[in-house]
């Protein structure tokens, strides 16, 4: 969906392929991809596909698998911003 050919990971690079029962993205909203792929470089998203897909196209590429999972990218220090919101302004004088 993302890109069109993998990059090879380079000696300093850190490729990971995900692979949970779910996806939840937050955007398009409302959609759960089952058996899909998030792949990683680098600590961002490179790549969002079926898990067929990503084993072609990332064969040599370790595989985090997570069964029984639900995985939401971008959804990210949620439990920070929450408390941060509720608090806003407690110690002001």
Known sequence: MLTSSPPAAGPDQT???IQPEWIAPVI????VYEQ???VILDDKILDL???AQ???KYPDWPIQRLPQQLLIPGFINSHGHMAMTLLRGYADD
């Open 15 to 17: 490729g990971l392929v």
């Open 28 to 31: 398009p909203r409302n959609t």
């Open 36 to 38: 899909y792929s998030l």
């Open 49 to 51: 596909l079926p898990n």
């Open 54 to 56: 990503a084993k072609l």
